[in-house]
């Protein structure tokens, strides 16, 4: 099983970033995928979380970010719009054969790709 995320990249602030994460090796579709992400200096964070249709959000990133998902291509989604400073982080995707609903909780995602690195600058 492979999760393999893409899309990070250097964007102004205000600006937007769409992620992908490309699941390979098994489907995810009965199960939970989320976004997390790690600052430097920082701990791992929770961002969204995607589970039949139902979606959750960190606080930090309500109204801005948008998780979805493509069953048909196995491919996780983040858009990102209103990026701030803040948002820099290496995010990563992360697919549970655990839970089918959608927590904000790591220990439940057994499954993580390599990361992607998103800078945003002021």
């Known amino acids: 099983v492979q999760l393999q995320a893409s899309g990070g990249g250097l964007v102004q602030a205000g600006g937007s970033l769409r992620l992908s994460c490309a699941a390979s090796?098994?489907?995810?579709?009965?199960?939970?995928m989320a976004w997390f992400r790690q600052a430097p200096g920082k701990e791992r964070e929770f961002v969204a979380a995607?589970?039949?249709?139902?979606?959750s959000y960190a606080d930090s990133v309500k109204g801005r970010f948008t998780i979805s998902r493509d069953n048909a291509k196995n491919t996780l989604y983040l858009q990102m719009r209103s990026l701030k400073p803040e948002d820099t982080a290496i995010y990563y995707c992360?697919?549970?054969?655990?839970?089918?609903?959608?927590?904000?909780?790591?220990?439940?995602?057994?499954?993580w790709g390599q990361g992607t690195q998103v800078t945003v600058s002021s």
């Open positions: 995607w589970s039949g249709g139902s979606t």
């Open positions: 992360a697919a549970s054969t655990v839970i089918a609903s959608t927590s904000n909780l790591q220990t439940f995602y057994n499954y």
């Open positions: 090796g098994r489907t995810f579709s009965r199960y939970a």
